[in-house]
């Protein structure tokens, strides 16, 4: 192995060939790329991207370097800044690069292969390319996956090899890959195999959004700049040296049978026997050895096996692990079951020094591309790769509200019917979504108004508009093989299709500028014009096996990877961004109308993170929907966890719950025309769905202003906690609580169960956002509460600033002690692009901080105008409420910045404070228009 030791040098820029220090090539600006070629013709190439970015490129001989693959769909945006220079110099082991001027990152290249290193300035080292790519002229490597590296128990990675072997530090934990349902949030030790697919978690890797990458809790990420298949050995072939004392073993599950493949085998070192079993499970247990950490949902404890087995021994083995050998199946249906061991070995003695763990990742491109981020921390992190891969754009309002689908075979006049009735049970529908019906022929698409449904589509518009409702539409990709489809001639004449006929229709190519601009001509001309807010895009995942799963007929269902696009791409190429091509198409041709959309699309990639997009799944394990929320913030992409049905009371209330409390809301009762009213819930479920719309809704700016925050910095609204508390690292485990906005941690209620233990991160402290005169909970518990049927348990972290919509006002809710916080309170019109195009919006910066002494409390809090170029409909007026516990009598004065004593009045246009003590809690509420020059106002609680 080959790690170069902490330098620390002066630095100085090598322009030209030199045999010491390689090639410098000089920019327009500056001197951004650096590269070297080796006796056996390889070459290294380091690139300064940005300040906190650099790209390290391994090309074998026979390939050029510059050569791009992924040209018809580059993941990395354009940069609007110019990179700052890389400055060269030569030490003991290598080539030393680093970025001038600024805190960014450093590459150690060796002078004798073609490895590397990557590490702060500082000199602290984050990960090594520990072994050569697998390069053999580019097109051959030895080991793919499907073979000797999983036995043949995977599908093949067509033309997969090894291109980076990463290192891994012994505490270092992985997440990422994409939004994952069955894995994480830590992958160390686990496998994935990243390719889009409906069939989520017959194998580790497979979902409907699949990303190369990945987040460090060593505070660093990287990107692998491919857009084919790609399968990820994270630490589980090489996981590195355990803690001393300890064995470990975790056993590796054939995804067909969901037996393992190879045997368990705990050994001591030395003369050292097996003295204590300190963890044993069977179902998906995470983590790494000496700190596993068991499934909330699928988990059989085997420790009185394991002892009874292995206790006293030198050397352990377990064969054949399987339902059986564990008496029993925790989760019916998931084939990635394993069983997970830690054992203490008496007397202690050192392992042998085994080097570092490491990450080994195989793709079909004949280089090993791979994009650094600096972090140090995950907000960081994610904002570099944001910056680099492009952030969201604002969605328009109305998808933050609820949507719901009717039942496919409705007809006008029905969907009509459906929005009335919500609306007579108190719930406002923002959006609808029509299935496959409202086509003349859906299996493959016409993309035609079916008249026998919709015989007045003119007025059936009309009739929604009038009711607040906006209208999106169902379709696929796959287009009528006829002339009834008005695409069918454009794109078959044009030769804009793929050689492969998906459902028996046309496959478009949408990584050419022709088809995309056919179906932009056509859905502008024939739906936009006429209203439609946005569309459902099914079927862009697909399986490419030879049996179509959903009938078992002997036909394949998507296209297969040995399929031939115009462009030049195969099928396999193509798989993973097929639906992120297919997104990015209507996206565009929404903002060339000048207006915003949020699509719903099943299948995404790198890149899909920069549209107002979310996916969804026709599985419906709710226990995977809550990973789903947690996961999804690994690179700012959004999962829906809609409701379709319910089987019984608890099942409706906590997915109508973790839904209403989730970045996106969606009722989808396509199947079933499930409602949530009676008869098809209780009366008691629907009054707690009711009065969680209107919670969700009264928290319209809060979360407005959290998906700016996603659009300005890369902070996804929904994300796991070690996001945010990344030096906590309990929070890397926890795969059933999660972040909302800036300010809520949402831990949902489990199905059929009236309690949960809830971990609270450290560092902060937290109170009930149902009851915030109730007592703190203290950061770096976990305690476990009750959590009734129609209660979801959502905190505050004391300190935060909630906004809420009080009408012609915003409210302002913080605490009255807690962290110095800010954020930022921000609105536009909610449908156009003017708000990016002309900067027609409002901003302003709010503030709290708190000082404390023996007699009394001070709390700053402050509006301070940013842009005002857009009039919110509540007027600029904020009313802030300071919250406490406190159950003493309290006196209380406010200050305005020029020191003048607030009134406790209500007059219009000045500011004014009231507070209110009652047995319970202290509450000041100060209010003044954000228009007025007034920035600050301090106030002082004596008790």
Not at 663 to 692: E, I, Y
Request: net charge negative; aromatic share 10%; glycine share 10%.
């Amino acid at each position: 192995m080959w790690v170069v030791g902490v330098v620390v040098v002066a630095h100085s820029i090598m322009i030209g060939n030199h045999p010491r220090y390689g090639t410098i090539n000089r920019g327009a600006n500056s001197a951004t790329e650096w590269s070297t070629t080796y006796p056996s013709g390889d070459t290294v190439i380091i690139s300064s991207v940005a300040p906190e970015t650099l790209r390290a490129r391994v090309v074998p001989f026979g390939v050029d370097p510059a050569a791009d693959w992924t040209s018809h769909y580059p993941l990395a945006q354009p940069q609007s800044a110019t990179p700052p220079a890389l400055a060269v110099s030569m030490e003991e082991h290598g080539w030393h690069i680093s970025q001038e001027g600024v805190k960014g990152l450093v590459a150690d290249v060796s002078t004798t292969s073609p490895v590397y290193n990557i590490s702060r300035q500082d000199g602290t080292l984050l990960t090594s390319q520990l072994h050569p790519p697998a390069l053999v002229n580019g097109t051959e490597c030895g080991e793919t996956v499907g073979g000797p590296l999983t036995g043949g128990m995977w599908p093949e990675c067509p033309g997969c090899c090894l291109r980076a072997t990463l290192s891994l530090a012994p505490e270092e934990e992985i997440f990422g890959g994409g939004v994952q349902l069955y894995s994480g949030p830590a992958l160390r030790g686990s496998t994935l195999f990243l390719r889009t697919n409906a069939l989520v978690g017959q194998y580790p890797g497979w979902s409907h959004v699949v990303a190369p990458f990945f987040l460090s809790s060593s505070g660093y990420g990287f990107l692998l700049n491919t857009h084919g298949l790609s399968f990820h050995d994270i630490g589980l072939t090489v996981p590195g040296p355990p803690p001393p004392g300890v064995t470990c073993g975790t056993t590796f599950s054939d995804p067909a049978s969901g037996r393992s493949i190879e045997p368990l085998v705990l050994q001591c070192p030395g003369a050292g026997k097996i003295s204590k079993i300190i963890f044993a499970d069977y179902g998906l247990s995470t983590g790494l050895c000496g700190s596993f950490a068991e499934s909330q949902k699928c988990t059989i404890n085997q420790t009185a096996n394991l002892t009874r087995l292995c206790v006293g021994r030198p050397t352990c083995t377990i064969e054949k692990v399987s339902n059986d050998w564990a008496g029993g199946d925790p989760c019916p249906g998931n084939n990635q079951k394993h069983l997970s061991v830690s054992a203490l070995c008496d007397p202690v003695i050192p392992w042998p020094e085994s080097g570092l763990g490491e990450l080994r990742t195989h793709v079909a491109d004949p280089i090993s591309d791979v994009y650094f981020f600096a972090g140090p921390h995950m907000h960081d992190t994610l904002g570099q790769f944001s910056a680099l891969a492009g952030r969201m754009s604002m969605p328009p309002k109305w998808a933050l509200g609820l949507w719901y689908h009717p039942e496919e075979k409705s007809n006008q006049s029905v969907v009509v019917d459906v929005v009335d009735q919500f609306a007579a049970g108190k719930v406002n529908l923002s959006a609808l979504t029509l299935e496959p019906p409202w086509q003349t022929h859906a299996y493959p698409c016409t993309y035609v108004w079916n008249p026998a449904n919709f015989w007045d589509v003119t007025r059936f518009m009309s009739e929604l508009g009038d009711r607040g409702v906006k209208l999106t539409l169902w379709e696929h990709a796959y287009v009528q093989n006829s002339t009834s489809s008005p695409l069918y001639m454009p794109l078959l004449e044009n030769h804009l299709v793929s050689d492969w006929e998906t459902w028996g229709g046309l496959t478009p190519d949408f990584a050419l500028d022709d088809t995309r601009s056919a179906f932009t001509q056509y859905h502008t001309d024939t739906f936009i014009k006429a209203g439609v807010a946005g569309f459902k895009l099914d079927e862009c995942d697909g399986n490419p096996s030879k049996i179509d799963p959903g009938s078992g007929k002997s036909e394949r269902w998507f296209f297969p990877d040995d399929a031939r696009f115009p462009s030049g791409l195969s099928g396999a190429r193509m798989h993973n961004i097929f639906g992120a091509l297919y997104g990015q198409t209507f996206h565009e041709m929404f903002a060339a109308a000048g207006l915003r959309t949020f699509l719903k699309a099943r299948a995404m990639y790198v890149g899909s993170q920069r549209f107002p997009t979310t996916f969804y799944s026709d599985s419906y394990d709710y226990e995977n929907y809550v990973l789903g929320v947690v996961n999804s913030g690994w690179g700012g992409w959004v999962w829906a966890p809609e409701v379709r049905q319910a089987k019984g009371m608890s099942d409706f209330c906590r997915r109508s719950q973790l839904m209403l409390f989730s970045a996106l809301s969606s009722m989808d009762g396509w199947n079933t025309g499930f409602k949530p009213f009676p008869p098809d819930v209780d009366a008691t479920s629907s009054a707690m769905f009711v009065r969680l719309v209107a919670t969700r809704a009264s928290l319209q700016p809060f979360l407005y202003s959290a998906w700016n925050r996603q659009n300005e910095t890369g902070v996804p609204v929904a994300r796991a906690l070690a996001v945010d508390f990344d030096s906590d690292r309990r929070t890397y485990y926890v795969g059933n609580q999660f972040l909302l906005g800036d300010g809520l941690m949402v831990a949902p209620g489990g199905v059929n169960e009236t309690n949960r233990s809830v971990y609270f991160p450290d560092g902060v402290d937290w109170i009930d956002f149902w009851n915030s005169s109730g007592p703190a909970f203290k950061g770096g518990s976990s305690v476990t509460l009750q959590t009734p049927m129609t209660h979801i348990p959502v905190f505050q972290r004391k300190g935060s600033i909630l906004m809420f919509n009080g009408g012609d006002h915003v409210v302002l809710r913080t605490t009255s002690n807690g962290m110095n916080s800010s954020t930022i309170l921000y609105d536009d019109d909610g449908y156009s692009t003017r708000a990016h195009t002309h900067n027609e919006s409002f901003a302003t910066k709010l503030s709290v901080g708190y000082s404390e002494t023996a007699e009394s409390t001070v709390i700053t809090l402050s509006a301070t105008p940013m842009r005002q170029q857009w009039k919110p409909k509540w007027g600029s007026n904020i009313i802030w409420e300071v919250h406490s516990h406190n159950t003493m009598d309290a006196f209380v004065s406010c200050k305005d910045t020029t020191n003048a004593v607030l009134q406790q009045s209500s007059s219009s246009g000045s500011p004014s404070v009231r507070w209110l003590i009652d047995d319970t809690r202290l509450k000041i509420d100060v209010k003044w228009p954000v228009s007025v020059s007034l920035t600050a106002v301090t106030c002082t609680v004596k008790q």
